[in-house]
């Protein structure tokens, strides 16, 4: 969102504000935004913002679980959530998938970074769902954690 003195004096000076929202970013971000006036030698100036984002809770190595069902694959998937900032809890996790998978939820280092471990339980069959851990961070009071099954052959 862009917010701009609408008028400028030959000569003056303006003033631009650009607001991002990067609710849902994670890793490294560039954006542009390109300025247009009635400056006939500088119609056109392009500003360039990057910088990394920091989630409040940071799922590694990413925030889904996916297997791939043959034979030989392994049945486990492990997550971390680890805080970027303020000490949290993890209060409960739903389990969408019921008995299709467990789940295992291990204190790595009390309210900094905790570890869940997802074992497939049905191999053979296709599957979509979601664990959702719900913690008292005031920012990241939800973690949704999509996972699925894909069968190979």
């Not at 994670?26 to 006036?37: D, E, F, P, R």
């Amino acid at each position: 969102m862009a917010h701009f003195d609408r008028a400028i004096p030959p000569g003056g000076d303006g003033k631009v504000t650009l607001t991002i929202d990067l609710k849902g970013y994670q890793g490294t971000v560039w954006k542009t935004a390109n300025l247009i006036s009635n400056d006939p030698q500088k119609p056109t100036v392009s500003l360039s913002l990057h910088g990394k984002v920091r989630p409040s809770i940071e799922c590694r190595p990413g925030c889904f679980i996916q297997f791939e069902s043959n034979a030989a694959g392994p049945a486990e998937r492990t997550i971390e959530l680890i805080s970027t900032s303020r000490p949290f809890q993890i209060k409960r996790i739903e389990n969408s998938l019921k008995e299709k998978i467990s789940y295992q939820l291990i204190s790595l280092v009390p309210g900094r970074h905790y570890q869940i471990k997802v074992v497939n339980r049905q191999k053979a069959e296709k599957f979509s769902g979601f664990l959702k851990c719900f913690t008292d961070h005031p920012k990241k009071p939800e973690i949704q954690i999509p996972v699925h099954n894909k069968l190979n052959g």
